[in-house]
């Protein structure tokens, strides 16, 4: 008999052969636990991530703008039904995934859980978040996990053609009427400094990176990534006249990375802990349609089992 | 009535219908019973909004005043949307979602098939397209009709009230006036007869399958198309309106 030991090392020499893990291969159980919990998060961001875009569609200011906020809310439902895909091949139902997001469990991206007050802050989701989002996504589609990354893949695609929108909402507001420009500068105050949050901890302070790196779940570290992330937006913005709402901001010769000022971790950790403006909200609106829906799923199967007992009769 | 003015009404009756129907499942987003369901109302959503878009541009082009798709759809006041009252109806619950659009989706489809012959070739061009994605919403809201109906109690009594409390607002997707009688005199719009007996066998057809009783036609509600509305439809323009009224003739 092959003991544990072993397994482990075999696990370890497919991962640094840069060998994909498929759901049938062995693997440890902290393994499984690490991606469970990571692509069921990433599942729950996208579905409540709808919510505040979703917040827009009836309001967006012309037909053209309405049917892509359509059209990209409804990408992120179908990124959403992937990843509890993706989760389901690690043998964890989907009944059981949301289950734990609507009874608190499970987190999702904290991001959310700041609410869309303007129409700019549908050009700032899209510009800032999505495109913090594609930074960690674009790494993801190299992951260990086979059906993780080939999930990715597909949804990189279309996050890049969101940050593109995001953006482009924004440019035209920065470039409109004194009104837009300072709506558009407005959102960009806002959403700034919770997108860097998006990237998680600093790596001193990041519990699970170590193990994830190891396994090769993640290939850059939080703060990498924050400083490619901030590197490229600092120059957008410029591009279309914002102003990154941050004094310490400034260009390092020595570098060639901008040096940037400092993140609020209290509000951060506030916000994780449920303390966002949106946190109760975003919740309570994913258990409305959760069980105002339940008749639907029971008229559903209750009818597919009396056609079947037809069938078969 | 120039045969001009007939067209422009007759084309923005389309599109207003599409328009605000959209308007009311764009509501949904986020918020639907499973995530599946949630993809498939935006698509629908999506799509009416495609058709609602192509109408109006071609209803500005028409009247010849300049006006855009966005003016006329931002700009109107509720006496100038000329929509049947069963699109602008709430959401309510799914039962009532889908019965509405149940009801809609069989007058559409036919109504699109029979438009492909029009004389106006814009017309028929816009229902080319229209076809495939009608044909899809049809078999859709059927289905669900077919499950709500034969699922189980609880669905099979929602769908029978939403059908009661919608079916008077059906009459009006069939009335005749003289917008209507000189563009079907034209060869533009399709008898509307045959499309009201087309509608009527596949609702029969679908209820009984579904085990749903189709309600007696009792009083017909009317008005919609004079931009006689429900007190809903302010609401909807207030919400739909509000940002681009508030920046007068800017981009977005």
Redesign the interface.
Same mark, same amino acid.
């Given at each position: 008999m092959t003991d544990v030991k072993n397994l482990d090392d075999i696990f370890q020499a497919k991962i640094d052969a840069e060998q994909k893990i498929e759901p049938k291969d062995w693997m440890p159980d902290a393994y499984r636990k690490n991606l469970i919990r990571q692509i069921s998060q990433h599942a729950h961001s996208e579905?409540v991530g709808?919510?505040p875009? %979703?917040n827009w569609?009836?309001? &967006?200011?012309?037909? +053209?703008? +309405? &049917?892509i906020l359509? @059209?990209k809310?409804?990408d992120e $439902?179908?990124h %959403?039904?992937y990843l509890?895909s993706a989760v389901e091949t690690m043998g964890v139902s989907r009944e059981q995934t949301i289950d734990d997001l609507l009874s608190g469990k499970a987190k999702y991206s904290s991001i959310f859980n700041y609410p869309t007050l303007t129409?700019a802050d549908i050009g700032a989701i899209g510009w800032l978040v999505d495109g913090a989002a594609i930074m960690n996504q674009v790494m993801l589609c190299r992951t260990s996990y086979g059906p993780y990354a080939r999930a990715m893949v597909r949804i990189c695609k279309e996050e890049s053609f969101h940050q593109r929108q995001g953006y482009e909402?924004m440019a035209?507001?920065a470039k %409109?009427?004194p009104?837009?420009k300072e709506m558009a500068q407005d959102a960009l105050n806002r959403w700034w400094w919770p997108s860097l949050m998006m990237f998680g901890p600093t790596d001193a302070n990041s519990p699970h990176s170590a193990q994830s790196m190891k396994w090769k779940i993640k290939r850059q570290s939080n703060d990498e990534l924050r400083q490619i992330f901030i590197d490229r937006t600092v120059q957008q913005a410029e591009v279309i006249g914002l102003t990154i709402p941050d004094p310490e901001l400034k260009w390092n010769e020595e570098t060639k990375h901008y040096d940037w000022g400092t993140i609020d971790w209290t509000e951060f950790n506030n916000v994780v802990a449920g303390n966002g403006p949106c946190n109760k909200e975003r919740l309570a $609106?994913r258990n +409305? $349609?959760h069980n !105002? %829906? &339940?008749?639907?799923? !029971? @008229? @559903?199967v &209750?009818?597919a089992a +009396?056609k079947a007992k037809r069938k078969a009769a | 009535m120039s045969q001009n003015n007939a067209l422009f009404t007759y084309t923005l009756r389309l599109a207003d219908d599409l328009l605000i129907l959209s308007q009311r499942l764009g509501e949904w987003c986020g918020h639907g019973p499973i995530l599946e369901e949630d993809i498939a109302l935006t698509n629908r959503a999506l799509d009416h909004l495609g058709e609602a878009r192509n109408l109006l541009t071609y209803a500005g082009q028409v009247e010849g005043k300049g006006r855009s798709e966005d003016n006329l759809a931002y700009l109107r006041m509720e006496r100038q949307f000329t929509n049947v009252k069963l699109m602008e109806q709430p959401n309510g619950d799914y039962a009532h979602t889908m019965v509405r659009s149940f009801l809609f989706d069989a007058y559409h489809l036919p109504l699109m098939q029979a438009l492909l012959k029009s004389s106006d070739e814009q017309l028929a061009a816009i229902a080319g397209k229209a076809v495939k994605e009608a044909t899809y919403h049809l078999r859709a809201s059927s289905e669900w009709i077919i499950r709500f109906g034969d699922g189980t109690e609880e669905s099979h009594q929602r769908a029978q009230t939403a059908l009661d409390d919608l079916w008077t607002y059906t009459g009006e997707l069939f009335e005749i006036d003289p917008v209507l009688e000189e563009m079907t005199k034209a060869g533009i719009a399709p008898d509307i007869t045959a499309i009201k007996e087309s509608w009527s066998k596949t609702v029969d057809q679908v209820l009984a399958e579904a085990t749903l009783k189709r309600p007696a036609d009792a009083f017909m509600m009317t008005g919609g198309r004079k931009g006689l509305h429900s007190e809903h439809m302010g609401f909807i323009l207030a919400e739909m309106q509000h940002v681009t009224r508030a920046y007068p003739g800017v981009e977005w």
């Open positions: 579905v709808m919510l875009e %979703g569609i009836t309001r &967006a200011p012309s037909l +053209k703008r +309405k &049917a359509l @059209a809310v409804q $439902a179908g %959403g039904l509890y129409w909402i035209v507001l %409109g009427s009104e837009q $609106a +409305k $349609a !105002e %829906g &339940a008749w639907v799923r !029971e @008229a @559903a &209750a009818y +009396k | -």
